[in-house]
């Protein structure tokens, strides 16, 4: 049964348009140029040899050595593996602290490349960052670097073309399957995102051979976030309820319970399962109703949502995180991911992440924290339930400035249960690794307290870089 709520409210929610996507129909058309490639006959061998990173830096007194001030690209690297921390490590934490003072001193200093990696570093540390991100920037600084080797920069730059052109072809693909869904359903409410959410499924499943992942993320964003939509912007209480009851039931027959305007939505969303089920590859033993199961949880979050602020009810602060770390689509990306585990751990991996253990809610709670804050800065739409900063405020009688510090101190702790989370099980190593990167990919989306999926503005110097601009 549907969570208990008042009688239905009759008038549709005030209107609220999201800002279009940039990119719109670039993608189908968008031919890139023929690769340039020089082959390359060397043969690259290096080995990197693991020191004691951290007792390197200190003297026999236990305290850190006062000369490797003098020594930035050290600081940098203790400062950054630092952020490997778990929880109960004070000396980590003196380590971030010390390094972090002494590059914040010598920062306006530096030369390039050590100046732009110094800085994006306090901004963000290595351990925090997007991989492919990174990517970008390291490529166009190697070069730069005394010593560095010719043959690798060429090596790396060719890999990463080539690369770019498999995920163009991934990109058309999506975007065509989404304008023929988008035109087909005529919701004019929903974000229109098809790029964006490519563009996240790639930086948590970026290497050439998980285009399967991939595609499933991307669309199972899609989808979430035209629920989202329409509970948050546009749906009745009545209608949310509905459509609750509908996704539940999971059957074309319940599109009678629809108001007209779903019932092209919804009968998508049905047809959409079929068909990455039919279409899975024999040797994948992916069991999609472990996915159907995770948008029907996603839903019975939104529609919990839709009551409170039907209600106009600010739940108390760990009761709000709790639900929204959840509705923000974690458990369902996560589950997506599992797609991309090798066949030993498959099934292990889909059950064990369908059940959503902590390094899940942990992970979903730093996108859910991310995303308020971003939120916050920009003003909300009036339809949106209490976000976490809202029910801080409310709860604490503090500032929103105290309570986006406070908020990001949980954020720490929970940045920590991700790291303790590589020391569990090893066999699931590759599932939570995977998980680790929705945290990651959290950092590029809501970078700068921006929330660029939504408003994508703040992502289209990075698609160039990512998917036009070759190496």
Known sequence: MAPSGIAATPEKKLGFEFEPSPWGDFFIEYEPKPLQIKLVSQYINYYMDLADVF????????????????????????YNAA????????????????????????????????AQQVKRALHRALPRSCKRVETLHYISEYGEEEGHNPVLLELAKLDFNLLQHVHLKELKAITEWWKNIYDHIVLSYIRDRVVESYTWAYVIYYERWFELPRIIIAKMMLLITILDDTYDTHGTIEECRKLYEAVQRWDESAVSLLPEYLKKFYIELLRTFKNIEGEMPVDINYDIAHLKKAVQNNVTGYLQEAEWSHKNYKPRFIDQVNLTSLTVGAPTVCVSMMAGMSDTIMKQALKWTADVPDVVVAAGKIVRLMNDIAAFERGKCNNDVASSVDCYINEY???????????????????????????????????????????????????NRNDAYTASKHLQKTIEGLFIKPM
């Open 55 to 78: 007792n390197k830096f200190k003297g026999e007194d236990g305290t850190f050595k006062k000369d490797i001030t003098s020594q930035p690209s050290g600081l940098l690297s203790l």
């Open 83 to 114: 952020h490997l921390l778990i929880h109960g490590e004070p000396a980590l934490e003196e380590a971030i602290s010390f390094a972090r003072h002494h590059l914040e001193l010598v920062s306006s200093s530096l030369k390039s490349p050590l």
């Open 397 to 447: 009688s503090v500032t929103s400035d105290v309570a986006i510090a406070r908020i990001g101190a949980l954020m720490e702790d929970e940045w920590r249960t991700l790291n303790q989370a590589r020391f569990g099980n090893r066999v699931l190593l590759p599932a939570m690794q995977r998980i680790i990167s929705l945290a990651l990919s959290a950092s590029f989306i809501y970078d």
